[in-house]
């Protein structure tokens, strides 16, 4: 895909004041989709309809589509996602939730919203939950009642394995896709093995609106059509309020966009992750920069995270700046040390590796308009960085 002008990096690299490479290019997006963009916004200004109307309902189709599943529920974002779908699956107060410590904190509020309790066990070194750990501890506390996984970075957990946990402890499975969307493993995408999944549609995201969204994935109609409700105050017909409700609607110029606009270029925006993800994975596998990967199947790359193994993280960051490389920290509290967490968690062990990543973990840049001039600019400072 590349970059919006191919040479506006050429040679800054050495701690040059060109070089600017940023952790997201929303103007060089703009420039991109404008044109799609504008006529959405049109199209959805001459129909007359801004609310829960015509864009909304082809949009749900085409994502699910594309996404490989049966049902899409356009949400106002991917936290009211996650709440929907756990309320769908009867968790409330006196539930417990198994989750993961090392995400943002929006999968843990999602649980404390709905009155139920987070139990947080540890991942394994791709910064997913690590499945044994979860077998375990769903063996040993009968009140869990749901898992919520993350799909970290946009790499994929296994689907299998995820399956076999829910059915052997009888819980629920809610998927967190908020970073997945394009990944798979073992042939399946993020969000078929459980009854319900949510993903983000931030700007940040690989499908991102310009502004904030969320989907609600399913292969269950029933659910999906409770979900549905209970993103209008819970109406059933108009007027007519069944059970309590939110209100999280996708609205209509959003849908627009996200159809018109950036889904159709979704794959191609996938395509130049991995391109990039190829790139930092062999120009730093010398250096003391660790590429944190995916365990098995194929990453959407919606983060491209380094372990930091050799000198302070932060200090790090600031050479790297000092060249021009603008990175991230992902995630560097973990959930059940937030002050909003306090006393309403539970947390099993000491939690050694979601710990030392939270510590040590750096985001490079990875967006699809980065130019291949830009990638090896981003490389050349690492390893100038780190030297």
């Known amino acids: ?79 009211d996602a996650l709440e929907i779908a756990l309320r769908c699956a009867d968790v409330g107060p006196g539930a417990r939730v198994l989750t993961t410590p090392l995400t943002a904190f929006a999968t843990t509020l999602a649980i404390l919203r709905t009155g139920a309790e987070p139990v947080w066990c540890e991942v394994d070194e791709s910064g997913g939950l690590d499945l044994d750990r979860a077998d375990a501890a769903l063996a040993a506390d009968g009140a869990i009642r749901a898992i919520l996984p993350v799909h970290l970075y946009g790499h994929p957990l296994d689907p299998d394995g995820l399956e076999r946990l829910a059915a052997d402890h009888r819980v629920a499975l809610v998927e967190d896709c908020a970073q997945s969307a394009g990944a798979d493993r073992a042939g399946r995408p993020t969000g078929s093995a459980g009854l319900a999944a949510g993903t983000s549609l931030y700007p940040t995201k690989n499908l991102g609106a310009m502004g904030d969204g969320g989907v609600l994935l399913t292969a269950d109609r029933e659910l999906a059509a409770r979900a549905r409700r209970l993103r209008n105050y819970g109406q059933d017909g108009r007027y007519e309020h069944t059970e309590v409700g939110l209100n999280s609607r996708l609205d209509e110029v959003q849908a627009a966009i996200l159809r018109s606009a950036l889904l159709p270029r979704l794959d191609r925006f996938l395509a130049r992750r991995r391109e990039i993800a190829g790139s930092y994975s062999e120009g730093l596998r010398e250096g003391p920069l660790r590429p944190v990967i995916a365990a098995d199947g194929r990453s959407a790359h919606h983060l491209f995270p380094v372990e930091v193994t050799e000198g302070e993280p932060q200090a790090v960051a600031e050479r790297l700046a000092q060249r021009g490389v603008s990175v991230g920290r992902h995630y560097p509290l973990l959930c059940p040390d937030q002050p909003a967490a306090k006393d309403r968690g539970v947390s099993l062990g000491a939690l050694p590796v979601a710990r030392r990543l939270a510590a040590r973990e750096l985001s490079l840049p990875i967006h699809p308009y980065l130019g291949d001039g830009e990638v090896a600019a981003v490389i050349d400072a690492c390893l100038e960085a780190t030297a």
């Open 1 to 79: 895909m590349g970059g919006c002008s191919p040479n506006r990096y050429a040679g800054a690299v050495g701690g040059s004041s060109r070089l600017k490479v940023a952790a997201n290019d929303f103007a060089c997006q703009w420039d991109d989709v404008r044109e799609d963009a504008l006529a959405a916004v049109d199209r959805v200004g001459d129909s007359g309809w801004l609310i829960l109307g015509e864009e909304v309902e082809a949009f749900e189709r085409e994502l699910a589509e594309w996404w490989g599943v049966p049902e899409a529920v356009g949400l106002a974002s991917g936290l």
